[in-house]
């Protein structure tokens, strides 16, 4: 993977020293000095977190000129998310007046919230902070050089980041009769775009893009890419140590004020049989587990074919939290609760 050799030399010692050794001409990748941070204010919010869920949806009514690949870097939203929760939608040409929906509404990865976390499933990365949750579009490795499961964990902020393409990728060009030159300096042909985080995953970054096209897909060679928009902000929030968690979770399901969500994503745009029985697996395996954790939880068989029907990455209530009552002693009628502690906390997943 190239992702995993790009960065080869790029050791701290040779970020720091290289400007000094060939000129800031040649080479403008830099740390990024605290003293230098400016003040950036992200481009997505940061929703607070109710029990197992976080954001909500919105409608956005699309202009002729609109793509969901333009609507996706303004918005900061995935092209694949933005077609999947709108079925029947020509992504290229929505048309003039058309309402999409917005799929800003998110069932909480099965994780501790801590710092960044990557859900390769749904080409999303989650961002914990003590305000709540940011969450945005990234591009992920295809399945010839996929993307790490890894806990990891921010190691250096680069601003103006260098390319250094590896001898296999340098050889695909020629082969194709084009040349790429051993390093790709800063700029709008550089294809790390215009800000990175290195990761303790050795070879690996969070990294912008120099195509507009392709974040919320699978298309890198193992890197995360976000839109430059992003990670240009990103960088400036995200201190040295944060934790990294890259995770592969397709079926999501959670609490909130008793009531049970359920999400689920199908991998690709068209939706084959051979994934819809995967992910059949998956919400079984996912539910049994649930439920093993969660007692006293009704769940709707129907909401649950429902959601893995479309396999629409939109959370789906597929049930809710019942109390059992047994009937109290022989001198009354009333019922009482027969396992209600009342000192007991609502139980959560991580805290």
Known sequence: ????RVLALMTVGFVLS???????EQDKTRVIEASEAPDRKPRVPAFAID???AGSLSVFTTKYEDTFAAIGNELSLGYL???KANPGVDPWLPGDGTRIT??????????ERKGIVINLAEYRLYYF????VQVYPVGVGTDDNPSPLTDAEVTMPLESPAWYPPASIRAEYEASGDY??????PGPGNPLGSHALMLSEEGYLIHGTNKQFGVGMQVSHGCFRMYNEDISRFVYQVSKGTPVRVIKQPVKIGLSGGEVWLEVHRPHEEYSDQD?????QEVTEALDSFLQRRPGVEIQRRAIELAVDQADGLPTMVGERVRVRQLASDDSNAEKPADVDHNEKEPQLWF
């Open 1 to 4: 993977m190239w992702c995993k």
């Open 18 to 24: 290289w400007s000094a050794a060939y000129g800031a």
């Open 51 to 53: 029990g197992d869920l």
């Open 81 to 83: 998310e933005l077609v």
């Open 102 to 111: 917005l799929p800003r509404q998110y069932v909480l990865p099965d994780v």
């Open 129 to 132: 902070t003590d305000k709540g």
């Open 180 to 185: 790429l030159p051993r390093m790709i300096p």
């Open 276 to 280: 819809r029985e995967w992910l059949w």
